[in-house]
């Protein structure tokens, strides 16, 4: 796989900049189809690592090996959007969240309350986005990011 802009790095000062970028620092310039610059070096564009399930690859800057530049990456666990409510379930139990979000759900007064249970107790999946899932977090304390793990987590529960 081609990377579609090629970068270079800056010898001296080690920015990484595209060669668009270092063309234009030289507008009076023209340059040879192939050509090799002397105050800076290719970057080598390395195509990003095989994921799997909700993982994810970032570029994470450049990295030099044998003596070349390299583009860089980071595989970071997404979150994916929806698990099964029995992962969830389980998930929230293991972070010892489960007895907090019952209690909270068990206190929801009228429709909004029936609905919560029913959703709670017969719901095949949970969706990150659904607003019971925000609705806990708030009164659970907890972080987008705690529940985005608490996602992660049930995702992985076999």
Known sequence: MLNPIRELRYKEAGQVVTEEAYKSDYPHTSFAVDWTPDDAEWVEYIAPPATIGYQQAMRDGIKKVDGKWQ????????????????????????????????????????????????????????????????????????????????????????
């Open 71 to 158: 583009t860089a990456w980071k595989v970071i666990q997404g979150v994916p959007p929806s698990v099964p409510m029995l992962n969830a379930r389980l998930a929230l139990i293991a972070a010892g969240h489960m007895a907090a979000v019952k209690s909270y759900v068990d206190a929801m007064p009228g429709i909004d309350g029936e609905q919560a249970r029913a959703y709670l107790e017969y719901a095949q999946n949970v969706r990150r986005d659904h607003p019971l899932v925000e609705g806990i977090r708030q009164v659970l304390g907890l972080t987008p990011a705690d529940i985005d793990a608490l996602f992660i987590t049930a995702a992985a529960i076999d």
